[in-house]
Nanobody
Framework: QVQLVESGGGWVQAGGSLRLSCAAS????????VGWFRRAPGKDREFVAA????????SYRNSTKDRFSISRSDNKNTVYLQMNSLKPDDTAVYYC????????????????WGQGTQVTVSS
């Protein structure tokens, strides 16, 4: 059974930084794509970033690509989302998700989801 556990969320002032972690376990984690998504109050879930198994291929939401960075641990079991220059609009619950195949911004293409971690950015 695949399990994804997010951590690292919290409260930060605008301009600050946070690093989210997504720890994965389970056999289907091999050769998987991990994506980060977020859902702000009253809004749909939206794509933030994704990374390939090797870590060599990444993709980002346009509004975050200059401020956020996705990476993967050497043992492939943990994926990080480094978030810099945070803005109040970044306030949301952040989820990591897993799929096979290539990175994809469509959340419906992901098979497994974590429970989410809250990020709150104050102005």
């Amino acid at each position: 059974q695949v399990q994804l556990v997010e951590s690292g969320g919290g409260w930060v002032q605008a301009g600050g930084s946070l690093r989210l972690s997504c720890a994965a376990s389970g056999p289907t984690f091999i050769m998987s794509i991990v994506g980060w998504f977020r859902r702000a109050p009253g809004k749909d879930r939206e794509f933030v970033a994704a990374i390939s198994w090797s870590g060599h291929t990444t993709s980002y939401r346009n509004s975050t690509k200059d401020r956020f960075s996705i990476s993967r641990s050497d043992n492939k079991n943990t994926v990080y989302l480094q978030m810099n220059s945070l803005k109040p609009d970044d306030t949301a619950v952040y989820y990591c998700a897993l799929k096979l195949g290539g990175p994809d911004p469509d959340p419906s293409k992901y098979d497994y989801w974590g429970q989410g971690t809250q990020v709150t950015v104050s102005s």
